[in-house]
């Protein structure tokens, strides 16, 4: 049968109690920070209006998210491909979930809040890129932080190189594009126009257009 309420849900699992519910704050503590200024990537969870949602992977050096405080975090917008589906999200439904890793730590930094896209000018140089003023800086007001536990990602072997799969055994970027979008563009052109545009634009500011 389908499960169609929270009482059909909960009707075939435990309650959650004791430190999963205990271990949820709304601020950002040491610990919090300190995981940020060690974390490269995380993934960034919106919904549209109408409750669409999307995940977004966001990477940079460790660190390249800041708290602001201790109710706030940040980060520049990088170059993309300029279609915005997260910021067009958050105009429309400000609530965010932020998901942070740490390469060989498998527990995860989890924030939950509201976010605001804010080009005030202090704060968009205070997270220049490459010494170029940010366009955009995305700014999360927390109302929950918790450290997840390390099972799925050890579930996963995510760290496990031993696990990893042979490169030669996925088809490339390139293939896969060609494909999905139906391109009748040779391979090697396309691989080729995909790694200019990653060796132009990797550290632009968001929206900036290669020179």
Known sequence: MNLRSVEDLRSIYRPARGVP???????LDDHCVDFLTKSPFFVLST??????????PKGG????????DEHRVAWADYSGNNRLDSFEN???????????M????????RINGTAGLSTERSLCERFAIKGSAARVVVVVTVTEAYVHCAKA????SLWDTTS?????ELPSAGQIVRDHAGLDTDLPVLEDARKRDHDNTLWRPGGEPAR
């Open 164 to 168: 990893w799969p042979g490169i030669d």
């Open 61 to 68: 050096p460790p660190g390249f998210v800041e708290a602001l």
């Open 153 to 156: 990602i050890r579930r996963a």
């Open 47 to 56: 919904a549209d209006a109408d409750g669409v949602c999307d995940g977004s």
């Open 21 to 27: 519910i205990d271990k949820v704050i709304h601020r």
């Open 102 to 109: 740490v390469p060989g730590l498998d527990e995860t930094l």
């Open 90 to 100: 958050l105009v429309a439904n400000d609530s965010v979930g932020l998901l942070f």
